[in-house]
């Protein structure tokens, strides 16, 4: 699940290999195509089952039932509700938090192409399930509740979540326990919600953006990390790129949200300080957030007479994160991503799809706002078009759904072939559908966890861990190196599947007409 971050430096290719690879993978995938709106469909899926609380009467993801009714009731606040993480059983505030600030950008960004698919309505539900429980946890303007359950009880029972019988004790930064990471993070999350909820529900868009602006007020007056305040999370989620990427983030979506100066300011000002303009990442991350701040910034100088006056500052932050889409291309002078021998960016061993998926969603909404302003992308080794980085976002993602070498999709229900053995709780345990009996802490290791078959449920739309960086992956329960999933990778890649199911569309309306 959670992971340090290590930047890599490895070796460059010559530019004319570079491009020339980019142009080979923009020519071939048209041999091969993959159905990118069954992948939408299936991504969205994915988040009903890692519901936690009461679900609701149109859940679609029958082997799931309620669980976690009593969350914060020894606390005397209601927390029910949210995302379980991962293949886990806790509630866990940052990667909620990020999970839901990436589904919304991507139906911001792709908001059209969702709807076209049949699938705006279930964007917005897993979304709002994400931003009721932030504004349950929000209980007063410097409070925010930020985790329920602890991994450490949580590791030590393999139980389905409608069964539990650990720790759900809830934890909390105020004032006197800062955490401007997290608040920061759920502070992006409500306002970047806030924008989609503006035209269908207005009074809920207000109070979204009423708890975002709180919390960044919050997170800005009372600095430090959360990992500090709320020791429990450190080895599952501790921030260890710190707050100051947070607060940058969370300044930039209530920018978007608000169109207020003030917040515009904040991300200027405090550009240098906060390392928004000094940090060149490889990496877009649950914990590190400097590449999507830099990434959006540049996209406020394409906007040149709105922002000309800021230009300055904006081509420093459009540097670094021109730094980062470079580093993706391989067309850095020293410091680009690796990549496995299938052509897969591979940034770390544990959970790498993260990075990929992130990758992807960048490089796919970095390409249509150069495409839409007519710019191309300048790297040290050569500019590349827009056209050539969506054409290497759809190799990471026709990766990750099959063209590699084990021949499989690391979208789980996608293809003939995929993981069958997903580090799930629920999952890998016979459904309470099935059987209601109560399954115990160590009955769920000892009848369930070792088993050689696959799971009894299908973990639809999750994106695993995924292979080495030989390519090679082994599909057993206790690997969760690279069986387990987590919400913010499949978050991220619900806006380029439904980009490239728009492009892949058009593409074959003229075969069709023609035949």
Same mark, same amino acid.
């Given at each position: 699940?959670?992971?340090?971050? $290590?930047?890599? !430096?490895?070796? =460059?290719?010559?530019?004319?290999?570079?491009?020339?690879?980019?142009?080979?993978?923009? @020519?071939?995938?048209?041999?091969?195509?993959?159905?990118?709106?069954? /992948?939408?469909?299936?991504?969205?899926?994915?988040?009903?089952?890692?519901?936690?609380?009461?679900?609701?009467?149109?859940?679609?993801?029958?082997?799931?039932?309620? *669980? &976690?009714?009593?969350?914060?009731?020894?606390?005397?606040?209601?927390?029910?509700?949210?995302?379980?993480?991962?293949?886990?059983?806790?509630?866990?505030?940052?990667?909620? +938090?990020?999970? @839901?600030?990436?589904?919304?950008?991507? +139906?911001?960004?792709?908001?059209?192409?969702?709807?076209?698919?049949?699938? #705006?309505?279930?964007?917005?539900?897993?979304?709002?399930?994400?931003?009721?429980?932030?504004?349950?946890?929000?209980?007063?303007?410097?409070?925010?509740? $930020?985790?329920?359950? %602890?991994? %450490?009880? %949580?590791?030590?029972?393999?139980?389905?979540?409608?069964?539990?019988?650990?720790?759900?004790?809830?934890?909390? $930064?105020?004032?006197? !326990?800062?955490? *401007?990471?997290?608040?920061?993070?759920?502070?992006? /999350?409500?306002? /970047?919600?806030?924008?989609?909820?503006?035209?269908?529900?207005?009074?809920?868009?207000?109070?979204?953006?009423?708890?975002?602006?709180?919390?960044?007020?919050?997170? %800005?007056?009372?600095?430090?990390?959360?990992?500090?305040?709320?020791?429990?999370?450190?080895?599952?989620?501790?921030?260890?790129?710190?707050?100051?990427?947070?607060?940058?983030?969370?300044?930039?979506?209530?920018?978007?949200?608000?169109?207020?100066?003030?917040?515009?300011?904040?991300?200027?000002?405090?550009?240098?300080?906060?390392?928004?303009?000094?940090?060149?990442?490889?990496?877009?991350?649950?914990?590190?957030?400097?590449?999507?701040?830099?990434?959006?910034?540049?996209?406020?100088?394409?906007?040149?007479?709105?922002?000309?006056?800021?230009?300055?500052?904006?081509?420093?932050?459009?540097?670094?994160?021109?730094?980062?889409?470079?580093?993706?291309?391989?067309? !850095?002078?020293i410091t680009n991503v690796e990549r496995t021998p299938g052509g897969l960016l591979y940034i770390r061993q544990w959970n790498n799809m993260q990075y990929v998926a992130t990758a992807s969603f960048l490089l796919t909404v970095y390409s249509d706002h150069l495409l839409a302003t007519d710019q191309k992308l300048h790297c040290q080794k050569g500019e590349v078009g827009p056209h050539e980085m969506l054409a290497f976002?759809?190799?990471?993602?026709? #990766?990750?759904?099959?063209? !590699?070498?084990?021949?499989? *999709?690391?979208?789980?229900?996608?293809?003939?072939?995929?993981?069958?053995?997903?580090?799930?709780?629920?999952?890998? @345990?016979?459904?309470?559908?099935?059987?209601?009996?109560?399954?115990?802490?160590?009955?769920?290791?000892?009848?369930? #966890?070792?088993?050689?078959?696959?799971?009894?449920?299908?973990?639809?739309?999750?994106?695993?861990?995924?292979?080495?960086?030989?390519?090679?992956?082994?599909?057993?329960?206790?690997?969760?190196?690279?069986?387990?999933? =987590?919400?913010?990778?499949?978050? &991220?890649?619900?806006?380029?599947? +439904?980009?490239?199911?728009?492009?892949? &569309?058009?593409?074959?309306?003229?075969?069709?007409?023609? *035949?």
């Amino acid at each position: 699940m959670k992971k340090g971050n $290590v930047q890599k !430096n490895i070796g =460059c290719l010559t530019l004319c290999t570079a491009l020339l690879s980019l142009i080979t993978i923009f @020519i071939i995938p048209i041999c091969e195509s993959f159905n990118y709106g069954q /992948a939408l469909s299936q991504s969205l899926l994915y988040f009903e089952s890692q519901r936690s609380g009461r679900l609701p009467y149109n859940q679609r993801v029958t082997w799931r039932h309620h *669980s &976690a009714l009593t969350d914060g009731l020894e606390q005397g606040v209601d927390l029910v509700g949210g995302y379980y993480d991962a293949g886990d059983n806790v509630k866990f505030g940052l990667p909620m +938090a990020f999970t @839901i600030t990436l589904l919304s950008w991507g +139906a911001i960004e792709y908001g059209e192409q969702i709807a076209a698919a049949g699938e #705006y309505a279930h964007a917005l539900e897993a979304i709002k399930w994400g931003t009721d429980y932030f504004i349950k946890a929000h209980t007063q303007p410097n409070v925010l509740w $930020v985790e329920v359950g %602890d991994g %450490d009880t %949580d590791h030590y029972c393999w139980q389905r979540p409608e069964d539990m019988t650990t720790s759900r004790q809830a934890y909390k $930064v105020d004032s006197n !326990n800062p955490g *401007s990471d997290v608040a920061g993070e759920t502070a992006a /999350a409500l306002a /970047a919600a806030s924008i989609l909820f503006r035209r269908t529900n207005p009074h809920y868009s207000q109070l979204l953006l009423h708890h975002a602006q709180q919390l960044f007020e919050f997170g %800005d007056k009372y600095k430090g990390k959360y990992d500090e305040s709320v020791g429990v999370v450190k080895g599952y989620y501790a921030s260890v790129s710190g707050y100051m990427d947070e607060l940058l983030w969370a300044a930039v979506w209530l920018y978007r949200a608000t169109q207020k100066e003030e917040y515009l300011t904040y991300f200027l000002d405090k550009a240098y300080d906060f390392g928004g303009t000094t940090w060149a990442m490889t990496e877009f991350s649950w914990d590190v957030k400097y590449v999507g701040v830099q990434a959006i910034a540049s996209m406020f100088l394409m906007e040149e007479k709105k922002h000309k006056k800021h230009q300055v500052i904006l081509k420093q932050y459009r540097s670094k994160a021109e730094h980062y889409l470079c580093a993706c291309l391989n067309l !850095n002078n020293i410091t680009n991503v690796e990549r496995t021998p299938g052509g897969l960016l591979y940034i770390r061993q544990w959970n790498n799809m993260q990075y990929v998926a992130t990758a992807s969603f960048l490089l796919t909404v970095y390409s249509d706002h150069l495409l839409a302003t007519d710019q191309k992308l300048h790297c040290q080794k050569g500019e590349v078009g827009p056209h050539e980085m969506l054409a290497f976002a759809k190799s990471q993602v026709d #990766y990750i759904l099959g063209t !590699n070498p084990m021949a499989m *999709s690391y979208l789980v229900g996608y293809g003939p072939k995929f993981p069958q053995k997903v580090h799930h709780r629920g999952a890998s @345990i016979e459904s309470y559908g099935e059987n209601k009996g109560f399954i115990g802490c160590t009955q769920g290791y000892d009848n369930w #966890y070792g088993r050689v078959e696959p799971n009894p449920n299908v973990l639809i739309g999750a994106l695993v861990g995924g292979p080495d960086i030989k390519d090679q992956f082994k599909d057993e329960r206790r690997n969760y190196i690279q069986t387990e999933a =987590c919400t913010y990778n499949t978050a &991220a890649l619900v806006g380029v599947f +439904a980009r490239l199911h728009q492009s892949h &569309a058009h593409a074959e309306t003229p075969l069709v007409a023609s *035949s």
